[in-house]
């Protein structure tokens, strides 16, 4: 399908505007449906018992009391949700996690769930089920999984991407390479080489609403889901192979969403209340507790990375090395090779590699966060560079400029740069009034950049037009930060009409074709392009229909502002039909008018992003306070500027979080220490200024609107932005994120001793 470039470079109508969201009045009184407002008459209540070690062979689960408690429903354990998979490894890895079999892989794991009449009974029997344990070795640091003196979490894992291949287990379960150039001759033409490693800590994705479902499955094998999640069409492929139903008789509702930020891209307890609800004959519904999401769901990769980088004194990076040791979980995950996608993408060096090493630990099974692997990767490559500039006495933009990534740059991952726009947002940091602003005692100003390679996928929309002229687009992709604005904009500016008179609605999977996750930034991008095809769909019905009321060849008409227009010889004196006067008549000219688009969506341009922050250290408790922030980015187009600027604001304040106080803290025994927002701390308002935000747009020529994804790119430069300001408000060079209190002040503490 190709796509039209005068697109990009058009004046606009709609796109570019500032509308309210279609969905924020029933969000601030209370009317938006979120997962736990689903009801169904007769529904259970759900509980699931979770393991309370790290690493445990389970040797008995006897659940008879619980079976035999007044009230209780259905009981299921591993032996209620057979393996069905055939041999497909990753939906068993998924089965697995979804309930234990044979072993508890984490605290947390869970081992059997419950369905009862109320909550009290439930918990009852929850007490009732015996489970016999059998505790084994443990092992929750990624460095440590390994070492050969680790134990063993799977015996089937053999590492992938070796040479000559293993034969003996492990706990490393694929080694990625990327790359190209001779790193040795690189830095054999280097005058400086710098070589650090750097450790993060796991975070939660932070969204306020748990984990919710209410599944309900008939004795004829149909069944319906109404779920919190980023992608019902993917649950409902996964739910359904995971419990033997047809895809098509399994519907899945998607509610409003409270925020997942990759969190909700994996199935956790849906299967379980599925089974649970085939078992009892009647509804369930399964809501995590908060102690429940940041024991037993996803949360991101702890990891340990090393770089070394070497430049020429006129700050030409000559080469450079990563080493990315990235933890999935009790499962293998891919969070290493993505590591190497993003490590060196912002920059133009002609010897790079990357090596990243995917290990399983005794943690959840990790899910993506905004930009996954990204920001960890970022911190390591961009706190390098400003040590390298400092060693080699440049300013760190004037190095980052200096090596910056253009178009026609190969980047590390393969493909080589279209029109990207990392020059821009550097050139843009330099002139900012920002970077001019004077520092105040004992503060500090860092600068990072960041990369995401965005995604596209499969999409499928459908556009249908009322007989009064309104409009209703019906989306499959999950609106997770405005969409549904973003996509009614697109439509009203395809058609020609105003903005109120486009409804968008996400619809269940029983509506359209398959739509795959929002995820990877892909909602505008992929859904804007369908709605773009979708609408001219809808005006090629559009102008038959004028042709027909007209009596002329539909060759002769042209769409134009919004109404059809006859352009054939002799058609002078024929007026304009607007898209409500041919919608008024569409029962006697053919019937309804509809617009339907599917896609598989190619071409999501790279997204690219500089920040500064400015940091004050107190030298007495090691606590760093954001003081100030700029956000700087290519958005492509924007179509709604106050969405853009709301993502570039709340991925750097999940960054902002990550780089200072968030964590996962895991006691010797394996257990997650701090499962709640009380002890595991993000940032809220008073801990932040306003961060200021400036979009780019160097658009995208693959997208009909030059869109590029924006929800990823801004959460991956914080940790370095902060991390460098605090080297240059305290004098010490943090490794370790987050850059708590306590760290700090050890470094200070250090520094001075040493000293």
Request: aromatic share 6%; with cysteine; glycine share 12%.
């Amino acid at each position: 399908m190709g796509h039209d470039q005068k697109y990009v470079d058009k004046k606009y109508e709609v796109v570019g505007e500032r509308f309210n969201r279609p969905d924020g009045i029933d969000k601030v009184t209370g009317k938006a449906r979120y997962g736990a407002d689903a009801s169904a008459p007769g529904q259970l209540v759900g509980r699931v018992l979770r393991s309370p070690h790290a690493h445990a062979q389970i040797l008995k689960i006897n659940t008879a009391k619980a079976e035999k408690l007044p009230g209780v429903k259905s009981v299921v354990t591993f032996e209620d949700m057979p393996d069905l998979t055939g041999g497909d490894q990753g939906l068993a890895d998924i089965l697995e996690n979804c309930m234990a079999r044979g072993r508890a892989l984490y605290d947390g794991h869970a081992v059997a769930a419950v369905a009862a009449v109320d909550e009290q009974t439930a918990a009852q029997a929850l007490k009732l089920i015996d489970v016999k344990y059998k505790k084994l070795p443990h092992v929750t640091d990624v460095d440590e999984a390994m070492l050969e003196s680790a134990p063993v979490i799977h015996d089937r894992i053999i590492t992938r991407g070796v040479e000559p291949a293993p034969t003996k287990p492990s706990n490393i379960s694929a080694r990625t390479q990327m790359g190209y150039g001779d790193v040795d001759a690189g830095f054999a033409e280097a005058d400086v080489i710098i070589e650090k490693t750097y450790k993060t800590e796991q975070t939660h994705q932070g969204y306020i609403e748990p984990h919710a479902c209410l599944a309900s499955v008939n004795p004829d094998g149909s069944a319906e889901l109404w779920v919190t999640t980023q992608g019902h069409f993917v649950f409902r492929n996964v739910c359904a192979s995971l419990l033997g139903l047809d895809i098509a008789k399994l519907k899945v509702t998607s509610s409003e969403i409270g925020g997942g930020f990759g969190g909700k891209t994996h199935v956790w307890g849906e299967p379980v209340a599925l089974a649970l609800s085939r078992k009892a004959n009647r509804p369930v519904k399964l809501v995590m507790g908060r102690d429940e999401v940041f024991r037993g769901t996803g949360p991101t990769s702890s990891t340990s990375i090393d770089v070394k980088m070497g430049a020429k004194k006129d700050g030409t990076i000559t080469a450079a090395v990563a080493e990315l040791r990235y933890q999935g979980g009790a499962f293998p995950g891919n969070w290493a090779m993505l590591a190497c996608m993003t490590a060196f993408a912002c920059y133009d060096i002609k010897n790079n590699k990357s090596i990243g090493w995917d290990v399983v630990v005794n943690r959840p099974k990790v899910a993506a966060y905004r930009a996954p692997s990204a920001p960890m990767a970022a911190f390591a490559v961009e706190s390098t560079i400003d040590v390298l500039a400092k060693e080699i006495g440049m300013k760190p933009i004037d190095v980052r400029l200096k090596n910056v990534a253009r178009e026609g740059t190969v980047a590390p991952y393969g493909p080589t740069y279209g029109p990207i726009g990392i020059e821009h947002t550097l050139k843009a940091v330099k002139d900012h009034p920002h970077m001019r602003a004077k520092l105040k005692k004992n503060q500090g100003r860092g600068v990072a950049c960041g990369f995401w390679f965005n995604i596209g996928g499969q999409t499928c929309t459908d556009l249908n037009i009322g007989v009064d002229g309104t409009v209703n687009l019906t989306l499959g992709t999950v609106d997770v930060g405005g969409s549904r604005s973003s996509m009614a904009m697109i439509a009203a500016e395809e058609l020609g009409i105003p903005y109120e008179q486009v409804r968008a609605n996400i619809a269940d999977t029983t509506s359209l074709g398959h739509n795959d996750m929002t995820e990877g930034s892909r909602g505008t991008f992929s859904s804007g392009m369908a709605t773009v095809f979708a609408a001219r769909d809808a005006i090629g019905v559009l102008k038959e229909r004028a042709a027909k009321m007209w009596g002329v060849p539909v060759d002769d008409v042209v769409w134009e502002n919004g109404q059809a227009v006859a352009t054939g010889e002799g058609h002078g004196n024929l007026p304009p039909l607007s898209l409500k006067e041919i919608a008024a008549k569409s029962g006697r000219t053919g019937g309804p008018i509809a617009g339907h688009n599917e896609v598989v969506a190619d071409g999501a341009g790279m997204g690219f992003a500089s920040h500064i922050c400015d940091v004050e250290v107190d030298p007495e408790t090691g606590r760093s306070t954001i003081v100030r922030y700029t956000v700087v980015q290519d958005a492509g187009k924007a179509i709604n500027p106050d969405y853009v600027e709301g993502q570039f604001q709340g991925g750097a304040t999940q960054g902002i979080g990550w780089a200072l106080n968030e964590e996962y803290i895991y006691g010797d025994d394996g257990r997650l220490q701090n499962p709640g927002f009380l002890d595991y701390r993000i940032p809220v308002c008073s801990d932040l200024p306003f961060i200021d935000t400036k979009i780019l747009e160097v658009p995208n020529p693959l997208h009909p609107y030059g869109v590029r994804g924006v929800g990823e790119t801004s959460i991956v430069p914080p940790l370095a932005a902060v991390g460098n300001a605090i080297a240059n408000a305290a004098g010490v060079r943090m490794t370790h994120a987050p850059m708590s209190p306590p760290r700090v002040l050890a470094a200070i503490d250090e520094r001075d001793n040493a000293g």
